[in-house]
T-cell receptor
């Protein structure tokens, strides 16, 4: 069966520090991969999605970047964190079909201080 | 602009009653609509998908309707239980090849015993 791993679960980082969140998927090949952010009391905002290795689409201009160095690995990064980067970051995967559901990891709670 | 709206106010109902949650959208013509459940501190979990040519979909105590004329989906939980308490998110499929989902902000349901 397919599983998705996301770490760390919680993270507290000072303003200006770098960020690296990692997500890996097991049990499937060539998945679509996504990074979402959820601010407190808000909906999920799509940040990046990827349909293949090295293929990244950015949805919202911001202080973050994403990379997909391997088929089932998706990384969210920042060179210098801002206070506004605080939030709940969720990685998800789906098969290459528009109607298929998203399968989410358990998220990383990031607090920038 | 494109919008997906869910009732931001929490829905409080008594155990055993039917809960009805609403998802309205504007300026979209989605081919699919999905509903997810999210528990505090966790990633969303897929519940149901309904296609534009389907009026209604059922799964156990869950029922989803999709009215493309009204641009509205209703999500019903019959015989509700305290364990149904969670935030419920609707999402529209935006890209047939990418599987990109745009989410509403969610409605929190509280079922009281």
């Amino acid at each position: 069966s397919q599983t998705i791993h996301q770490w760390p679960a919680t993270l507290v980082q000072p303003v200006g520090s770098p960020l690296s969140l990692e997500c890996t998927v097991e049990g499937t090949s060539n998945p679509n991969l996504y990074w979402y952010r959820q601010a407190a009391g808000r909906g999920l905002q799509l940040l990046f999605y990827s349909v293949g290795i090295g293929q990244i689409s950015s949805e919202v201009p911001q202080n973050l970047s994403a990379s997909r160095p391997q088929d089932r690995q998706f990384i969210l990064s920042s060179k210098k964190l801002l206070l506004s980067d605080s939030g709940f970051y969720l990685c998800a995967w789906s098969v290459l079909r528009g109607s298929s559901p998203l399968h989410f990891g358990n998220g990383t709670r990031l607090t920038v201080t | 602009s494109q919008k997906i709206e869910q009732n931001s106010e929490a829905l409080n109902i008594q155990e055993g009653k039917t809960a009805t949650l609403t998802c309205n959208y504007t300026n979209y013509s989605p081919a699919y609509l999905q509903w997810y459940r999210q528990d505090p501190g966790r990633g969303p979990v897929f519940l149901l998908l309904i296609r534009e040519n389907e009026k209604e979909k059922r799964k156990e105590r869950l029922k989803v309707t999709f009215d493309t004329t009204l641009k509205q989906s209703l999500f019903h939980i019959t015989a509700s239980q305290p364990a149904d308490s969670a935030t419920y998110l609707c999402a529209l499929v935006m890209g047939s090849n990418t599987g990109k989902l745009i989410f509403g902000q969610g409605t929190t349901l509280q079922v009281k015993p």
